[in-house]
T-cell receptor, first 117, second 113 residues
């Protein structure tokens, strides 16, 4: 079964600090990878996604993520965080089953980011 | 603007009650999902559906059932609510094929007393 691990549960940074959130998945086949963000009181929304091609993916609000296949990782980065980045971040993976064509989405446990002004 | 709508933001139910959580999407998506979100545990998949009347168990289906009679609607049913089902419930939908993201509803915070 596919699974996603996010090892940082709670991260506290000062504004302008650099951010890197770890994400590792366990599936040996072809995967599609996502980072979602949940701002306080809001619904989950997509930050960025990877399916093929350039392993460095750029998303909204200055976020980027790098897919490293050999490490089964898809870490999220931002060079300089802002107070408004305070949120919970979720990594997710999907794959396509050969028989059904439908896609189960598996999420990690999330990382709470707190940015101090 | 795409939309996933959950019928209630907050619900309080008594132990043993039958509880229905409703979710409607307006994007003609084939796939729909129910997750529960708990602090420190992230999002855990309860059930998903890839077509009308089709469903598959997720990672924590015990104590839950689902219904999908129409493409746009996916219901989560707690047959006999228990206090350990107090949680935030999230519905999502996603198109089959390609690399498309899931769209989420606002969530239903269910408290079982």
């Amino acid at each position: 079964a596919q699974s996603v691990s996010q090892h940082n549960h709670h991260v506290i940074l000062s504004e302008a600090a650099s951010l890197e959130l770890g994400c590792n998945y366990s599936y040996g086949g072809t995967v599609n990878l996502f980072w979602y963000v949940q701002y306080p009181g809001q619904h989950l929304q997509l930050l960025l996604k990877y399916f093929s091609g350039d392993p460095l993916v750029k998303g909204i609000k200055g976020f980027e993520a790098e897919f490293i296949k050999s490490k089964f990782s898809f870490n999220l980065r931002k060079p300089s965080v802002q107070w408004s980045d305070t949120a919970e971040y979720f990594c997710a993976v999907t794959r396509t089953r050969n028989s059904g064509g439908y896609q189960k989405v598996t999420f990690g446990t999330g990382t709470k980011l707190q940015v101090i002004p | 603007d795409v939309k996933v709508t959950q019928s209630s933001r907050y619900l309080v139910k008594r132990t043993g009650e039958k509880v229905f959580l409703e979710c409607v999407q307006d994007m003609d998506h084939e796939n729909m999902f129910w997750y529960r979100q708990d602090p420190g545990l992230g999002l855990r998949l309860i059930y998903f559906s890839y077509d009308v009347k089709m469903k598959e168990k997720g990672d924590i289906p015990e104590g839950y059932s689902v219904s999908r009679e129409k493409k746009e609607r996916f219901s989560l049913i707690l047959e006999s609510a228990s206090t350990n089902q107090t949680s935030m419930y999230l519905c999502a939908s996603r198109k089959t094929g390609g690399v498309t993201e899931a769209f989420f509803g606002q969530g239903t915070r269910l408290t079982v007393v």
